[in-house]
Structures are given as C-alpha cells and as structure tokens.
Nanobody, 123 residues
Framework: QVQLVESGGGLVQAGGSLRLSCAAS????????MAWFRQAPGKEREFVSA????????DYADSVKGRFTISRDNSKNTAYLQMNSLKPEDTAIYYC????????????????WGQGTQVTVSS
C-alpha cells in the first residue's frame, strides 16, 4: 500500500506562486507514475499534470501549460507541482495520485490518492 500526503497549499494572490509537495511512503516510489488532479466546488475532478516513473515523460492539461511544472525526486519519495502565474480559476483542492509506471489523464486509473490540499487564488 502506498500512502500519499500533500502539502504546500494555501491562499495566494493572482499572479503568485505556490509549490505543492506529495510525500509517498509504503511502496517503491520509483515504480509509480505520479499525477496531480484538482477539484473545484461543484465540478468534477480534473487532470492537471503527471510524470512517469522515471520522470522522463511529463504531461499537462492545456489550462496549466507554461505555468505549472511537475517534478519528482525519487531519492526523497516526493513529487512536486510548481505553480506560477496563478489565476482565480486555479482555486481547487489539489490531489496527488499514483499508478504503476505510466502516466494517464484518467482519475480512475490511479490506484492511490492523497487527501488533498486546498489552493485558493484571490483576484
């Protein structure tokens, strides 16, 4: 079983930055693709970004391309999401998720989930 714990959320003004972290335990972190999803009130959970087990492949939603950067440090069992130029529409609970090896944009294909961290962007 893999446990995931997100941190780094908070309140930021539009145009600001935040870095989210996702610490993993209980499994071989380097065997898992890691992803970030988000869910705003009244909306479905949506894909944000993912990185493959090696970190060589990354994927981004069109809405965050050029603003967000996903990375991972397998020596620290941690994945990150650097979020720059934040917009009010980025406000949501951000979840990290893990699945073996390959990335996917489909939430149901991820086996493990964190409890989420709130990101609020004020205008």
């Amino acid at each position: 079983q893999v446990q995931l714990v997100e941190s780094g959320g908070g309140l930021v003004q539009a145009g600001g930055s935040l870095r989210l972290s996702c610490a993993a335990s209980g499994g071989t972190f380097s065997n898992y693709a890691m992803a970030w999803f988000r869910q705003a009130p009244g909306k479905e959970r949506e894909f944000v970004s993912a990185t493959s087990w090696t970190g060589s492949t990354t994927d981004y939603a069109d809405s965050v391309k050029g603003r967000f950067t996903i990375s991972r440090d397998n020596s620290k069992n941690t994945a990150y999401l650097q979020m720059n130029s934040l917009k009010p529409e980025d406000t949501a609970i951000y979840y990290c998720a893990a699945r073996p090896f390959r990335t996917s944009q489909t939430p149901s294909l991820y086996d493990y989930w964190g409890q989420g961290t709130q990101v609020t962007v004020s205008s």
